[in-house]
């Protein structure tokens, strides 16, 4: 009983210095599509945020065509972080993607939800692991699976992702 005080105390401390203020967390300030968004930090400074693990039809790059599903992506992810939602960001080996875009997963803070994983599971995603990026693989797998099983979102309505639903944008020539 004399080690159960000294260790509950030690909990406690533990669980106060790992809290953050909610002043001290990002807050989405834009859903730019499917798998980035634009963060805003509690000094001011905005990101571009990359989704780790995922990738979303195309909607916005303009040297590809728009790909079937990938309205409802972006409209599920600004559902899920809608502008002002308060996100943890956690990082993985590598900090930036060769464009500099922060690379990260997503987690938002009132309920702690892993809006990386929940965007596979509701097949708004496909998996998209850039090694060493590899962090949460067996997890964002296992959603994958769930989502081609239930034939979820992009599964049930193309038939799988990278389905153009224009035609491609004209070559130079």
Partial sequence: MRYVLPLLFALGACAVVDEQPSTALPVVSEVVDGD??????????????????????????PARPRQCFGAEASAFLAELVPPGTQIRLERDLE????????LAY??????????????LRHG??????????????????????QAKTNT????????GPDVAIDPPPPTAG
């Avoid at 900090?95 to 922060?102: H, I, K, Q, S």
């Avoid at 708004?124 to 699976?145: Q, T, V």
């Fill in 124 to 145: 708004m995603a496909d998996l998209s692991i850039y090694e060493p990026n590899n962090a949460y693989l067996d997890r964002l797998r296992s959603d994958l699976r």
């Fill in 106 to 119: 997503v987690f938002r803070v009132d309920d702690g939800s892993f809006v990386n994983a929940e965007l």
């Fill in 36 to 61: 980035t968004l634009v963060v805003t930090f509690p000094a001011g400074q905005t990101e571009v945020v990359r989704l780790l693990g995922i990738d979303t039809p195309e909607t916005v790059d």
């Fill in 152 to 159: 979820a979102g992009l599964w049930g309505a193309c038939g």
């Fill in 95 to 102: 900090a930036r993607d060769r464009y500099g875009r922060l």
